[in-house]
């Protein structure tokens, strides 16, 4: 008797062990989760888009009477500081994965999350157009909490997916 319950415990652990395993949606540890981005659709995704409010802001750049804000992994927001007294957030930049940019003759620099892109814009930031990409220049970015390893990161991304950020575990 005791054997065949032990029997019965131990197949219906592997049982339990095996439905665990096989369920479709990856178990993330730590206070974040990645969020990947099929490769084709992170690089048709760089547009100009209307003004949208500030609200996880990274570094500032100044050009010219502009300021760029950067928007942690989303983009940056372009500001005309023509009248310092009262500055207009005029448009929005969407980027997925960006942390950083440059500016020189009208050519803006950023992280495309691992890619550097290069944007042709015009004077008064109306359009951009995307004019060279290096891919895989940039390391991913780390997990705010560190708990992710590169090996954690790749055993949960899908098939051309690119990590674009980590959204924090509600």
């Not at 954690?152 to 051309?160: D, E, H, T």
Request: glycine share 4%; net charge positive; aromatic share 10%.
């Amino acid at each position: 008797m005791k054997k065949t319950l032990n029997s019965l415990l131990f197949t219906i652990m592997c049982l339990a062990t095996g439905i665990l395993l096989s369920s479709s949606e990856p178990i993330y540890y730590g206070n974040y989760s990645p969020i990947y981005m099929d490769r084709t659709a992170m690089e048709s995704a760089v547009k100009m888009e209307a003004a949208q409010p500030l609200r996880t802001t990274g570094k500032i750049y100044i050009y010219g009477q502009y300021i760029l804000v950067n928007e942690k992994f989303k983009g940056i927001h372009v500001i005309d500081n023509s009248n310092p007294a009262a500055p207009q957030n005029i448009a929005f930049l969407h980027i997925d994965g960006c942390i950083d940019m440059a500016m020189k003759n009208n050519v803006l620099f950023a992280d495309n999350a691992i890619d550097l892109i290069a944007l042709k814009t015009t004077d008064n930031f109306a359009s951009v157009q995307v004019t060279e990409r290096i891919r895989n220049i940039f390391p991913e970015v780390e997990s705010p909490d560190r708990y992710w390893s590169p090996y954690n990161v790749n055993q949960f991304r899908p098939k051309n997916g690119i990590l674009v950020a980590w959204k924090k575990k509600s």
